[in-house]
């Protein structure tokens, strides 16, 4: 079975950083995979927010320029998403998710799920 475990999520003040890890060791060919993180916040759908193929090639949402990085390490099957200068709109659920598609990264892109992780900034 697949798991994505997804882990980094606490509560932060704006401003401050974060980086999420993305356990993906049960995920064959981890390595051969596109990768994504996608977020939802409260009472709105999910978005992505960053994705990383597998030559490296990434994306990132507009909201998420300038202020997070997307990296994998594929020797341990390992995604993260370091988020610095979080603002209270980055409040969410963030979850890791496999990419079926790469062109159009809508919710019908992804194709393993995570169970998510809660990223809460507040004062």
């Known amino acids: 079975e697949v798991q994505l475990v997804e882990s980094g999520g606490a509560l932060v003040q704006p401003g401050g950083s974060l980086r999420l890890s993305c356990d993906a060791s049960?995920?064959?060919?981890?390595?051969?995979?596109?990768m994504a993180w996608v977020r939802q916040a409260p009472g709105k759908e999910k978005e992505w927010v960053s994705a990383?193929?597998?030559?490296?090639?990434?994306r990132y949402a507009d909201s998420a320029k300038g202020r997070f990085t997307i990296s994998r390490d594929n020797d341990k099957s390992i995604l993260y998403l370091q988020m610095n200068n979080l603002e209270t709109e980055d409040t969410g659920v963030y979850y890791c998710?496999?990419?079926?598609?790469?062109?159009?990264?809508?919710?019908?892109?992804?194709?393993?799920w995570g169970q998510g992780t809660q990223v809460t900034v507040s004062e």
């Open positions: 998710a496999t990419v079926r598609q790469w062109v159009d990264l809508r919710p019908s892109a992804f194709g393993y």
């Open positions: 049960t995920l064959n060919r981890f390595n051969w995979r596109d």
């Open positions: 990383i193929r597998l030559n490296g090639d990434v």
